[in-house]
């Protein structure tokens, strides 16, 4: 399966954007696929993970309550939705799947990725 991230962008704190995943080649069907960040200087770090039927949600702490995962089945597409935006949240996002139904936060478990997309939030 091949991946396309977009959606990202300059925001100010406290705003919203709304990120997609759309895949190609195969549905999304009996993959998981997950959301990752690397700030500058940082490592890349997980985000967000939900089974292809939904199922399954995890999010990492510091976007619980903020981002949401979900996907539309008919546009073959994952998204990311991201509220309350802090300047914190700046970094390069991934879309990334693999094969299962776990959730998992370790992106070396994950073997088809996306390009990335800038997400930068100012203060």
């Known amino acids: 399966v091949q991946l396309q991230a977009s959606g990202g962008g300059l925001v100010q704190a406290g705003g919203s954007l709304r990120l997609s995943c759309a895949a190609s080649?195969?549905?999304?069907?009996?993959?998981?696929v997950g959301w990752f960040r690397q700030a500058p200087g940082k490592e890349r770090e997980f985000v967000a993970a939900?089974?292809?039927?939904?199922?399954?949600?995890r999010y990492t702490d510091s976007v619980k309550g903020r981002f949401t995962i979900f996907g539309d089945n008919a546009e073959n597409t994952v998204y990311l939705q991201m509220n309350s935006l802090k300047p914190e949240d700046t970094a390069v996002y991934y879309c990334?799947?693999?094969?299962?139904?776990?959730?998992?936060?370790?992106?070396?478990?994950?073997?088809?990725w996306g390009q990335g997309t800038q997400v930068t939030v100012s203060s």
């Open positions: 990334a799947a693999k094969e299962g139904a776990e959730t998992v936060p370790f992106d070396r478990l994950y073997n088809h």
């Open positions: 080649g195969r549905t999304f069907s009996g993959y998981t």
């Open positions: 939900a089974r292809w039927n939904g199922a399954s949600i």
